[in-house]
């Protein structure tokens, strides 16, 4: 049996998913958050292997048809796939695992995985988020406005996650998501599964 527990982060681009979840494993140690396969192109400030596994398009097209990938989507025209292989791998080490994808993704991981844990967070406005994506300085206008027209799909979603996080201040948005993740390790199933030995002994007599 799998020790360790899978967290899905799904948000729309620029409510700060990313710089959230960097926050997170630095202080929870026994989570690990999966670097994605994409084909899109490396962002100024990227690493490969670090940000995202930078894949051509036939290379993609091979993985995904080998089965390699744990979940797969098109996002703004351009393919993430998580490897199943990776994930499998830290959770049966009994390490948590964050995947960060979009609402696609999302679901076909609890199809695969019911226990899974949604974690969904949106920004305080569409407003914020506009200005957001804008001091990013990324993307040009077009980009821009079509990423806020995929954030209103995207947060339309929000009813599928077991959680949401406002992200109005970072602070405060990152102490929910640290309760999110400890109150998941608190649940009687992960317990009974981590703890063995001690239930063991506490029940003996």
Wanted: charged content about 20%.
């Amino acid at each position: 049996m799998s020790k360790g527990t899978l967290f899905i982060v799904t948000a729309p681009s620029g409510a700060g998913k990313t710089s959230l979840v960097k926050a997170l494993i630095e202080r929870e140690q026994q989570l690990r958050v999966s670097v994605s396969h994409t084909t899109r192109a490396k962002r100024p400030g990227e690493e490969g292997g670090v940000n995202y596994h930078f894949v051509g398009e036939a290379d993609f097209m091979e993985m995904l048809r080998s089965g390699s990938f744990f979940e797969s989507a098109l996002v703004y025209g351009n393919h993430y796939g998580t490897s199943q292989l990776w994930v499998n791998e830290q959770l049966e080490a009994g390490l948590d695992v964050i995947l960060e994808i979009d609402w696609q993704g999302a679901v076909q991981v609890r199809n695969l995985d019911p226990k899974a844990c949604s974690i969904f967070i949106l920004p305080p406005s569409l407003e914020t988020l506009k200005i957001r994506l804008l001091n990013r300085a990324q993307d040009d206008t077009v980009t821009i406005e079509n990423r806020m027209n995929e954030a209103v799909t995207e947060i339309s979603h929000v009813a599928e996650a077991n959680f949401v996080v406002i992200n109005d201040d970072f602070d405060t948005a990152l102490e929910d998501l640290c309760a999110i993740i400890r109150s998941c390790r608190l649940t009687m199933k992960y317990q009974e599964t981590n703890q063995a030995a001690l239930f063991a002994s506490l029940t003996l007599g």
